[in-house]
Each structure stands twice: as structure tokens, then as C-alpha cells.
């Protein structure tokens, strides 16, 4: 079945530097990929998507790159804030169909 | 905007009690889902609902049933609490079933069972 890699957590970094939370996945047929965000005591929102091979999605200064060959969609951010400290979800979706697969969640602490 | 609400944020309950969970969204979408969240498992879900009275399980349905009687809203119900349902519940909504869609959630209940 459809499944999702995502890196352990938690990530601490210093404000301005660079973030890569790793994602891999396997799937059936070609899913959209998705990243989540979740900050202290809300719920999941969209941080942004890609829909097909190739694409990248890009949000708040993140950005990830659908990568068919290595089924990764790696998130990056050239230099991360303390704001940017949350868990972030990796999440493919079952292709053609609205029903999502999510990593465990990586926590990202970011120290000023 | 859309907003997906949650009938609480903290919920205690006993051993053996039947729960009520309400989730209600306001942007008129088709799919429903219930998820639960808990720490190094990521999120799994519980059961989702495609339209009014239809209902679907997920990977991890055993001790839950639902109920979509309205559009708008879908409740998860635990018959009989047991300590091992102690975790974040959390509701999602999306606007159809056709894929590339992000789900909207809700802010989630904290429930623990005792």
C-alpha cells in the first residue's frame, strides 16, 4: 500500500539557516504531494503542494520539488525564522482520490 | 475563509463512557474525515464520509463508529471509551473527492480517557 518516509525530528537550527526536512514515499499511480504545517495547539493548515512530476510548490518561503525518479518531494527553506517553529507533515495523496497518507511529523525548533 | 470547528478542545472521560465528538464545516464541502494524532505515529485515520449518510473506514476504525446525518457536520463516536483511545482528535474537511484538494482542519479535541 501507499506509505511515507519522512525524517525524525525534532530539528533545531538558528534563526537564517537553511532547513531541509527530508520525504520520500511510495505510491500507486502519480499523487498529488502535499506539506502540512502545525504550530503550537492548532491544527494542520496547507503549506503548499505539487500535482504532478516535476512541479514545485513553493509558500512562505518553502519550497519543495515533486521528483517522480526518487519519489521525494524534499521541503526546503533558504533561512528560517523562530516563527517557522512548528511540526510539519509530509502527506502524499492517493492518486485520484482525496484521501492522504501523512508522515510522523517532524518538529522544527528554531533558536534566535 | 474556511473554518472546520470542534465541539471542544478538552475533553476527560471515563473508562466505558460513550463519547461524542462534533466537527461542523462551514464552506459546504463534500468530504469529512476524522483523524487521530499521536506522537511519533503522525496522523491515522479513523473514517471519512463522502456525502450525507455515507461513511467509509479508514486504517484504524475498531472502537469508533460515525455519523454524517447533515452536510455540514460529522461526528465520531466512541461506544465505549478505554484508556488506549486517550489522544488528539482531529477533523478535516474537503471541497470533493476527485483529488488534489487540501483538507481543512479543525484546531483538534485533547481527549483523555481515566
Known amino acids: 500500500g501507499d506509505s511515507v518516509t519522512q525524517m525524525e525530528g525534532p530539528v533545531t537550527l538558528s534563526e537564517e539557516a537553511f532547513l531541509t526536512i527530508n520525504c520520500t514515499y511510495t505510491a500507486t499511480g502519480y499523487p498529488s504531494l502535499f506539506w502540512y504545517v502545525q504550530y503550537p495547539g492548532e491544527g494542520l493548515q496547507l503549506l503548499l503542494k505539487a500535482t504532478k512530476a516535476d512541479d514545485k510548490g513553493s509558500n512562505k518561503g518553502f519550497e519543495a520539488t515533486y521528483r517522480k525518479e526518487t519519489t521525494s518531494f524534499h521541503l526546503e527553506k533558504g533561512s528560517v525564522q523562530v516563527s517557522d517553529s512548528a511540526v510539519y507533515f509530509c502527506a502524499p495523496e492517493e492518486y485520484n482520490f482525496n484521501k492522504f497518507y501523512f508522515g510522523s511529523g517532524t518538529k522544527l525548533n528554531v533558536k534566535p | 475563509d474556511v473554518k472546520v470547528t470542534q465541539s471542544s478542545r478538552y475533553l476527560v472521560k471515563r473508562t466505558g463512557e460513550k463519547v461524542f465528538l462534533e466537527c461542523v464545516q462551514d464552506m459546504d464541502h463534500e468530504n469529512m474525515f476524522w483523524y487521530r494524532q499521536d506522537p511519533g505515529l503522525g496522523l491515522r485515520l479513523i473514517y471519512f464520509s463522502y456525502d450525507v449518510k455515507m461513511k467509509e473506514k479508514g486504517d484504524i476504525p475498531e472502537g469508533y463508529s460515525v455519523s454524517r446525518e447533515k452536510k455540514e457536520r460529522f461526528s465520531l463516536i466512541l461506544e465505549s471509551a478505554s484508556t488506549n483511545q486517550t489522544s488528539m482528535y482531529l477533523c478535516?474537511?474537503?471541497?470533493?473527492?476527485?483529488?488534489?484538494?487540501?483538507?481543512?482542519f479543525g484546531p483538534g479535541t485533547r481527549l483523555t480517557v481515566t
Open positions: 478535516a474537511s474537503s471541497l470533493s473527492s476527485g483529488g488534489r484538494d487540501e483538507q481543512y
